[in-house]
């Protein structure tokens, strides 16, 4: 599976729009896009995943460039219960393991 | 539907002992996969289930092992525990249909301290 690079820390403002880079220029023509997020104590959670088209559901929206080499995880309205690592992995849909780096460590502010 | 469930939730065993750890699969889901967290980093892919056999295996020695039952829940086992064996055991379950992979669900872990 092609590797991933992601800021390790960011914070955003509560109600404000939280936006997560991920760097995946080694990417294959098909792999998807992965995310996940791990609060505190917790197991990962899926969040979305896309393969060329961006993605909308109800937690968040997946932005991929045209040549797929990064993509930015959007949260619309931030809350703090949004507070987590966030993790983009990419994977091949038949894959059967999931490669997580380090992550993005997402802190929502007050 | 029900979630991926672990037991126990926190264990604290002595090196070289031996550890079972249990999960239950979400309804629905045939694979059984089970990962190491340790403090601060990212999972660690450990192996795979499918149809009760390993469906791939991360890089980890052989005292790792695991069973899948028919039932679709699973156990992993580690044996001649080290101390750096310490470290949040995460299952994850998901559906495995001909060459698709549907999504990971997982469990909140199982917390491993060895002493």
């Known amino acids: 599976d092609a590797k991933t690079t992601q800021p390790p820390s960011m914070d955003c403002a509560e109600g404000r729009a939280a936006n997560l880079p991920c760097n995946h220029s080694t990417i294959s023509g098909n792999e998807y896009v992965y995310w996940y997020r791990q609060i505190h104590s917790q197991g990962p959670q899926y969040i979305i995943h896309g393969l060329k088209n961006n993605e909308t559901n109800e937690m968040a929206s997946l932005i991929i460039t045209e040549d797929r080499k990064s993509s930015t995880l959007i949260l619309p309205h931030a809350t703090l219960r949004d507070t987590a690592v966030y993790y983009c992995i990419v994977s091949n849909n038949a894959g059967n393991m999931l490669t997580f780096g380090g992550g993005t460590r997402l802190m929502v502010k007050p | 539907e029900t979630g991926v469930t672990q037991s126990p939730t926190h264990l604290i065993k002595t090196r070289g002992q031996q550890v079972t750890l249990r999960c239950s699969s979400q309804s629905g889901h045939n694979t059984v996969s089970w990962y190491q967290q340790a403090l601060g980093q990212g999972p660690q892919f450990i192996f795979q289930y499918y149809r009760e056999e390993e469906n791939g295996r991360g890089n980890f020695p052989p005292r790792f092992s695991g069973l899948q039952f028919p039932n679709y829940s699973s156990e992993l086992n580690v044996n001649a525990l080290e101390l750096d064996d310490s470290a949040l055991y995460l299952c994850?379950?998901?559906?495995?249909?001909?060459?698709?992979?549907?999504?990971?669900?997982f469990g909140s872990g199982t917390r491993l301290t060895v002493v």
């Open positions: 994850a379950s998901s559906l495995l249909q001909g060459p698709l992979n549907y999504g990971y669900t």
